[in-house]
């Protein structure tokens, strides 16, 4: 057991040493862009992903990612804030909101829950669309200025897109919100989130308050999606309310459903491939999303758990053979 203990660490700690070593050997900016959307889409599939765990799905995703990346992106031009600060205040504002409208939303469940947090979504988008003062309307804002680092006695650090000091920004943010999410999962609050994901008639009669862990997983999941818009809104340098549609809510759902519903593993896991596989497939050109549909329809078909069930079903398998 201690030995598979240390085994297991070894291997954390090696794949670590690896993600952090990446900018040394890929120089080129296409590939660390493409990485660059991994660790966002990891972020935004993750955090959703808590939400789901209490047996929600919500459509309101990217309204919150509106949130902390309009309120990021006018902290910084208008009021003057360093990009830091408006970071975690975009991000706070994302979850207070999200209180805000989580505890009447909260307490409907299936379809009517989808439609209002659509409505929500779309409610979001023309906010941002009617008022072309400050949000800049239909067209957005442009040259939303990138962060800068400086510091007494150091050369002044300057993120450009595509970058190394981009890469690393999204590394830390997307560490920070697997760490909160682990500790959650599996702590008491993970086995409260499952339990009301089960039967939540059942949880509420043993004492469970639906009402504080739903509301708890919503605000923390919409905290973390403000932030990723955040970072979002200085790496493209524009913003417009077509950044923040239904697809890309769609998207989202579709990275925890093949990745593998339940965990936060499968989020991340369904992030990363269907992240860099199409573009991989973008040198077939037309039959890019035909080959993609095909993949997604397979891995629904045979991986029912989705992907984090596929070294499992390999072994059991293997196993199997082994044995006659």
Not at 32 to 44: C, E
Not at 119 to 127: C, D, K, V
Not at 155 to 170: D, Q
Not at 272 to 289: D, Q, S, W
Request: proline share 4%; aromatic share 14%.
């Amino acid at each position: 057991m201690d030995n598979h203990l240390i085994r297991k660490r070894g291997i954390s700690w090696g794949l670590i040493a690896l993600i952090l070593a990446i900018p040394l050997f890929v120089k080129s900016p296409y590939y660390l862009h493409v990485l660059i959307m991994v660790g966002m889409n990891v972020i935004l599939a993750a955090s959703l992903g808590l939400i789901v765990q209490t047996g929600q799905i919500s459509f309101a995703h990217p309204a919150f990612m509106a949130v902390g990346a309009y309120g990021c992106t006018l902290l910084v031009t208008q009021a003057g804030f360093s990009y830091w600060f408006a970071l975690l205040l975009a991000s706070i504002s994302a979850g207070i909101i999200a209180f805000l409208i989580g505890y009447p939303i909260l307490r409907i469940k299936g379809a009517y829950f989808f439609l209002v947090t659509f409505a929500f979504l779309e409610f979001i988008r023309l906010i941002v669309t009617f008022f072309r003062h400050p949000f800049g309307g239909s067209r957005g804002i442009i040259r939303i200025p990138s962060p800068t680092i400086s510091l007494p006695g150091l050369p002044r650090i300057e993120f450009v897109v595509g970058g190394i000091h981009y890469y690393y920004l999204i590394l830390f943010l997307v560490a920070i919100t697997l760490w909160v999410l682990y500790r959650m999962e599996r702590s008491r609050y993970g086995r409260i989130f499952k339990s009301i994901a089960q039967n939540d008639l059942l949880a509420e009669s043993l004492g469970i308050n639906l009402m504080k862990f739903r509301l708890l997983a919503f605000v923390v999941g919409c905290f973390f999606a403000g932030a990723a818009g955040a970072f979002y809104a200085p790496y493209f340098t524009f913003i417009n309310p077509a950044c923040f549609s239904l697809t890309v809510s769609i998207f989202i759902i579709i990275y925890i459903l093949v990745g593998g519903m339940g965990r936060a593993t499968g989020a991340v896991v369904g992030a990363v491939v269907l992240t860099i596989v199409p573009e991989a497939l973008r040198a077939t050109g037309y039959y890019e999303m035909m080959i993609f549909s095909v993949l997604l329809i397979v891995v629904v078909l045979f991986l029912p758990g989705g992907l984090i069930t596929l070294p499992s079903r390999v072994f059991s398998r293997s196993a199997r053979e082994r044995q006659q």
